[in-house]
């Protein structure tokens, strides 16, 4: 199985990865840290599974670590470059925060799932709210990868 | 289970009984409410005035009857809430009933008006006198005194004087919020766009919670001109009561004619006219008459100036406007046909009325028609602010449409809306008010006037009779045009209208431009519409007031349609969009991009040269305003943002080329782009990595300690290989042995001592970094910002409690203060945990000490051994010292990565819980009372917290200080002023900067240091400033003989807390000149100059002076620094 993370977040991304572990021990666990790093690996590649963050930085930090604009919405970028490019393959966006954007433009995580599954079925599989506090990310992933059938 | 039923006594409708009943009910408005609500219109067209006079009963039914002193004007009870149509009946007899007292008013209100408009000062003051000396206090009173102080005395008086009112604590919050907001609009400093976005925030909150009555009564009364669409109008009627006579009388014209203007309602047009004609009878006001319509009394003369528009005798209606505007400045009504027609004479300027306000507004509308696009807005945003002054009444209405409707586009709907506004909101006989009224006898008796007839044509969509209309032939073509689109003649329209936009004459080119476009849409020619709307913006980039930007976007993303992002047109759509309307459509416009790439085969920006299928124009537009590194970005064509700056730099230099009239954009662009990588990059480094110890100093300090150690070392040489007896050393980790022979104890010695100073050296080693760089007020800004930016967080007094939360008493000025206080007091309690948490993380877990805490630099066997190795190869006591450093470098970046995953992870948690206390709290404080601004607040909060965390995390690296190149004092201050705004949320305009040039770059090393300095004293303005918004911050250079002068000065609030400042300021100077600062630099809340003095000192050598001085209300401070200290 081939898998990939796409999280900007060091600690967050330990945590994903290690529960992919635990559900797929035999699998192959790729990362990326940025919308840019993700985009190209999905693009040159195809995966059983994506789990990725919503809020990213554009590229991976380079060597002066320096890694572009942060992008509020990157995770639906990703998605949308998905589709466009026709990479159809399961993505469930996990995320830290349940709204983005700056005030006047803000989008809840509730609004952005409604968008995601009218405008993106083959690919979005659903999203979960991570919380370091609280291990309901763990279940709540648990129950979709069930429900696409990669968890039995 | 049996339903009790109430039933109501059969309505009888006599006088007589209904006043016994009233006279004796116990609750008078209760019944008062009964008699509105279900008695018939004539009963109370017949009976109301009769109630009037009956003592408790006329008192019950008058309301409000004379206001003495401002905080009169209060809520009280009043009677229960019926239908719009009721409600306006029940109005209108009260007006009829005061018509003495209204009709007097009118009198005086169209004198001030006049006395205004004519700039007559004095004679305008009188009037404002007379009113309130008859009538008392007034909403009306009060809004025209503002707009009297502003327009004669200025800024200052106008503040002063409604400051008195909405600061009275006996003022009702609903009137205080009214004057503040009336009194903000007048300000020119602020701009009609940033006082719509407040007054939609405020009925944001209303709409969320589905309050209708709040979101109207605010939209109606703080921006009539800006809404059109009122939800709950009965209900703010019927609080009229609240409001004195004359307010009651200005607002219901107003909501007449909004409601003649808007379309079906839920009260008919019918039945608004027979109301007001009942008032019209009483009352003498032009603005009766109109809706009415009433022209009995009118002379015929009144639209001849219409006429002579209509057929183009420009000259002739010029005059005549001039003569009618003169003798009533109030007749606005033909202010538009006398610019109109002043502009196809080709006037650049009129000079009519000169030194009036009369004047300037005309010259204002002139200006939209023929100025750029920058001096035309200014115009636009001078009368939209002047439109404030008059919105208690109508009299603008003319002007505002006509502003409206010809500075930008405006859709059908609105159009419709703001004519009929005007048209009923003229002084005298208007030619539209006619035409559009469905009085048949009407229009027979004006039919022989051109512009009635011209009207009437328009009105029955004849594009025949048109033709044969004797109009001016350069505008018959747009009429005809449009009533060929009205009768669904879209081709034919459509090719006129496209011919005459490239007409030059503005009022025909921008409206056939907008209907080329809207017919376009509604034909699904949309490749044809993003084509006329591309080329139409690239050949006048003014158009895109007029290219209705946002509905072709609307169409073309509805479509879901790939093929369409072939057209390169799309983009440039979607550019101005950016540029003009917002940057809520950036995600799109990125995407379009990328698919126009992919469309197109190209990877790169610059090879579209090889499309021939663009025009030279297109592709010069695409590269020089598409092709930017916010949209290029989004391609994959890059793997880093250096990568996309050096694109865009390779397009610039290709510009300079292709479009070499333009030559110094670019260079600009150019050297604006090279200082973006450097600052971004020294920005990154500064960020990342935060933790250093001078270990070059430390290395004098420890040389001679460790020389002798060497000596000693020698002479127990021989003791190496023995056995060794061991102890056991309890580290933070495990429990390991160390050795205790005498040479393995000199090993272990030297090694501690050189930790100690690693560590805790107040100047070169890790406290006094961390010190510096982080604990003192660094990590507390970072953790904080995300609070204060939602305004969840105050500071303490000079008590060490924490100060009110006045923001949500200013966003909520409806709620109760009971509530507000409940809501403040967790605010206070949050403020508290949150600090207390800050304090915890600054003085535990930042704790620097090397045998404990996070930075303990616990001592192994194995460096007791590595280093006994090293000591047998002969070395120097620089390489020992060197070898030690490694060591518990090695050692600290190990510890670093704990304290990331600490922050990461318990920080997080503890600050998610405080928060979750806190939603806890508010539930009970909030007593069922709807905050949505304030639960968004905590949510963004919750959210940026973890930006927050992720931030300082990235500072527990080491520093590559040595590694920064050499630099400017432009650098630092760049990188300062970019870091504190996007902490603190702080426009980075407010910043004046003068800059010098030095004679020679200062060295890398000290970047960071500078960095500190000019952050510290930011955040010493934002500190003791007091003011809010923080004025502009100048920071002024100088460069004298081998020094570099940098000032920095900012205003303060000058108030009672000031007292004692200047003892305040010696003490500061004093232990700043005895050095004694290390104790107070580790202490929060101390002014930060000890900080920066301490940096100056210890960080950039000797030979720097820090000064500051207080003077009057500004607050300035002076660093001199001595370069050559500085240099590589």
């Given at each position: 199985m081939k898998l990939l993370v796409i999280e900007d977040t060091i600690e967050k991304r330990k945590k994903l990865v290690d529960f992919l572990i635990e559900k797929f021990p035999q699998s192959n666990i790729e990362e990326a840290e940025s919308?840019?790093?993700?985009?190209?690996?999905?693009?040159?590649?195809?995966?059983?599974?994506?789990?990725?963050?919503?809020?990213?930085?554009?590229?991976?930090?380079?060597?002066?670590?320096?890694?572009?604009?942060?992008?509020?919405?990157?995770?639906?970028?990703?998605?949308?470059?998905?589709?466009?490019?026709?990479?159809?393959?399961?993505?469930?966006?996990?995320?830290?925060?349940?709204?983005?954007?700056?005030?006047?433009?803000?989008?809840?995580l509730n609004e952005l799932d409604t968008y995601l599954s009218d405008n993106y079925p083959e690919i979005y599989m659903g999203s979960v709210f991570f919380e370091y506090s609280s291990n309901s990310w763990f279940t709540e992933l648990d129950k979709i990868l069930k429900r696409i059938g990669l968890v039995k | 289970m049996k339903t009790k039923r109430k039933y109501r006594s059969k309505i009888i409708e006599s006088f007589d009984h209904v006043a016994f009943r009233l006279l004796k009910s116990k609750n008078i408005l209760k019944d008062l409410f009964y008699v509105k609500n279900s008695y018939s219109q004539s009963f109370i067209d017949s009976n109301l005035h009769r109630f009037m006079d009956l003592g408790k009963i006329g008192e019950a039914i008058l309301g409000l009857h004379k206001a003495n002193k401002y905080s009169d004007l209060c809520s009280k009870d009043i009677i229960g809430t019926s239908t719009l149509k009721r409600e306006l009946i029940w109005l209108s007899n009260i007006l009829i009933d005061q018509k003495t007292v209204l009709n007097r008013f009118i009198y005086l209100r169209d004198n001030f008006y006049k006395s205004f408009i004519l700039c007559e000062e004095d004679k305008c003051l009188e009037c404002l006198d007379q009113i309130e000396d008859e009538f008392g206090k007034s909403e009306w009173l009060i809004q025209n005194r503002i707009g009297w102080y502003g327009q004669f005395k200025g800024t200052e008086d106008q503040k002063k004087y409604s400051s008195l009112i909405y600061e009275d604590p006996a003022i009702d919050d609903s009137i205080g919020l009214k004057v503040k907001q009336f009194s903000l609009r007048e300000l020119t400093s602020l701009s009609t766009k940033r006082y719509d976005s407040t007054i939609s925030n405020l009925t944001h909150e209303m709409d969320l919670a589905e309050t209708p009555a709040g979101s109207t009564y605010l939209k109606y009364f703080l921006n009539f001109y800006k809404y059109f669409d009122y939800p709950y109008l009965q209900g703010m009627v019927a609080s009229l009561m609240d409001l004195p006579v004359i307010d009651r009388y200005s607002h219901y014209l107003k909501i007449t004619a909004h409601l003649m203007s808007c379309g079906p309602q839920e009260i008919s047009v019918e039945q608004i006219i027979s109301i007001t004609s009942r008032v019209n009878e009483s009352i003498d006001d032009y603005y009766l008459k109109n809706i009415v319509p009433d022209f009995s009394s009118d002379l015929h003369k009144g639209i001849i100036p219409f006429d002579h528009y209509t057929i183009g005798n420009y000259s002739k209606a010029k005059s005549l406007c001039e003569e009618y505007i003169k003798s009533d400045v109030l007749n606005t009504h033909l202010y538009e046909t006398y610019v109109k027609s002043c502009y196809y004479l080709e006037f650049k300027k009129i000079s009519f009325m000169d030194g009036t306000i009369c004047n300037k507004i005309l010259n204002d509308m002139l200006s939209i028609l023929i100025d750029d696009e920058y001096v035309s807005a200014l115009s636009y945003e001078r009368i939209h602010k002047l439109s404030y002054v008059f919105s208690a009444d109508l009299h603008f209405s003319p002007i505002i449409y006509f502003a409206k409707k010809e500075y930008r586009y405006l859709e059908d709907e609105q159009e419709k809306y703001y004519n009929n506004l005007a048209s009923l909101s003229s002084s005298s006989l208007n030619p539209k008010r006619i035409a559009y009224s469905d009085d048949n006898s009407l229009h027979e008796k004006y039919l022989n006037n051109p512009s009635v007839e011209f009207l009437l044509t328009l009105k029955s969509k004849n594009y025949e009779k048109l033709k044969l209309l004797d109009i001016d032939e350069k505008r018959k073509d747009i009429y005809y045009a449009k009533l060929l689109y009205e009768n669904k003649h879209f081709k034919e329209s459509l090719e006129i209208f496209q011919k005459l936009s490239l007409k030059s004459d503005i009022l025909i080119n921008g409206v056939a431009v907008y209907f080329s476009i809207k017919i376009q849409l509604e034909c699904e020619l949309y490749e044809e519409c993003l084509n006329f709307a591309g080329n139409t913006l690239l050949a006048d980039k003014s158009m895109h007031l007029k290219v209705p930007i946002t509905k072709i976007i609307t169409f073309i993303e509805s479509l879901n349609d790939n093929y369409i992002y072939r057209n390169i047109n799309l983009l440039f759509i979607y550019h101005f969009y950016s540029v003009t309307i917002g940057s809520d459509k950036n995600e799109e416009f990125c995407d379009a991009y990328d698919e126009f790439m992919y469309a197109q085969n190209i990877k790169y920006p610059l090879d579209i040269e090889s499309k021939s299928c663009f025009t030279d124009n297109q592709k010069l537009f695409f590269l020089k305003n598409i092709c930017i590194p916010n949209v290029i970005d989004v391609s994959d064509a890059y793997r880093t943002n250096e990568e996309v700056i050096s694109e865009r730099m390779q397009i610039c230099y290709t510009m300079i080329d292709l479009d070499p009239d333009n030559f110094n954009d670019y260079d600009n662009e150019i050297t604006a782009l090279i200082d973006k990588i450097i600052i971004e990059k020294s920005k990154a480094q500064i960020t990342e990595g935060r933790i250093y110890v001078d270990t070059e100093s430390l290395k004098s300090i420890l040389a001679q300690q460790v020389r002798e150690k060497l000596i000693i070392f020698h002479s127990l040489k021989k003791n190496v290989g023995v056995e060794k007896k061991y102890v056991r050393h309890n580290d933070k980790h495990d429990d390991v042995l160390i050795p205790t022979d005498d040479l393995s104890l000199l090993i272990v010695n030297t090694i501690e001592e050189v930790s100690e100073q690693f560590c805790i050296n107040s100047e070169y080693g890790l406290d006094g970094n961390i010190s510096l760089e982080i604990r003192h007020g660094h990590i507390a800004a970072q953790l904080r910002c995300p609070f204060e930016k939602g305004f969840l967080v105050t500071e303490k007094d000079g008590s060490g409690k924490y100060i009110k939360n006045n923001y949500w008493f200013q966003k909520y000025p409806i709620v109760t203060n009971s509530t507000l206080m409940a809501v403040d007091r967790c605010l206070r309690s949050f403020s508290k945990k949150i600090d207390d948490l800050i304090e915890e993380v600054r003085?535990?877990?930042?704790?620097?000490?090397?045998?404990?805490?996070?930075?303990?630099?616990?001592?192994?066997?194995?460096?007791?051994?590595?280093?006994?190795?090293?000591?047998?190869?002969?070395?120097?006591?620089?390489?020992?010292?060197?070898?030690?450093?490694?060591?518990?470098?090695?050692?600290?970046?190990?510890?670093?990565?704990?304290?990331?995953?600490?922050?990461?992870?318990?920080l997080v948690l503890k600050i998610e819980a405080i928060i979750n206390e806190l939603n806890v709290d508010l539930v009970g404080a909030k007593g069922g009372v709807f905050f949505q601004d304030l639960d968004d607040a905590i949510q963004n909060a919750k959210n940026d917290v973890h930006a927050s965390i992720d931030e300082i995390c990235k500072w527990f690296n080491r520093s590559r200080r040595n590694e920064f190149i050499d630099f400017e004092l432009i650098l630092p201050l760049k990188l300062s002023i970019e870091t504190f705004c996007s902490v603190y949320n702080f426009d980075e305009d407010s910043f004046e900067i003068q800059d010098i040039v030095l004679p020679k770059p200062i060295s890398g090393e000290f970047l960071n240091d500078f960095v500190m300095i000019f952050m510290t004293l930011f955040q010493n303005i934002k500190k003791h400033s007091r003011l809010s918004p923080i004025p502009p911050i100048k920071i002024e250079t100088e460069l004298t003989g081998g020094t570099a002068i940098v000032k920095i000065s900012n205003k303060i609030l000058l108030d009672d807390l000031r007292v004692g400042e200047s003892a305040r300021l010696k003490e500061i100077n004093d232990v700043m000149r005895d050095r004694k600062y290390y104790d107070v630099v580790n202490t929060e809340g101390k002014t930060g100059l000890y900080k920066v003095d301490k940096i100056l000192n210890t960080k950039l050598k000797s030979g720097h002076k820090l000064s500051f001085e207080m003077k009057d209300d500004e607050f300035s401070v002076q660093i001199s620094f001595a370069l050559q200290r500085l240099y590589s």
């Open positions: 919308y840019n790093g993700g985009v190209e690996k999905i693009l040159n590649d195809s995966y059983d599974l994506v789990l990725l963050d919503m809020s990213m930085p554009t590229f991976d930090s380079d060597a002066s670590g320096c890694a572009g604009r942060m992008r509020a919405l990157a995770g639906r970028d990703v998605i949308s470059k998905m589709q466009r490019r026709n990479k159809i393959f399961p993505v469930v966006v996990v995320t830290r925060f349940d709204a983005f954007g700056a005030h006047d433009k803000k989008t809840t | 003085s535990e877990w930042l704790k620097v000490h090397f045998a404990e805490g996070a930075f303990a630099l616990g001592l192994e066997e194995n460096d007791v051994l590595e280093l006994e190795t090293k000591l047998l190869s002969g070395p120097s006591e620089l390489d020992v010292l060197d070898f030690i450093f490694d060591i518990l470098w090695e050692k600290t970046e190990f510890n670093l990565e704990e304290i990331k995953s600490r922050f990461a992870n318990d």
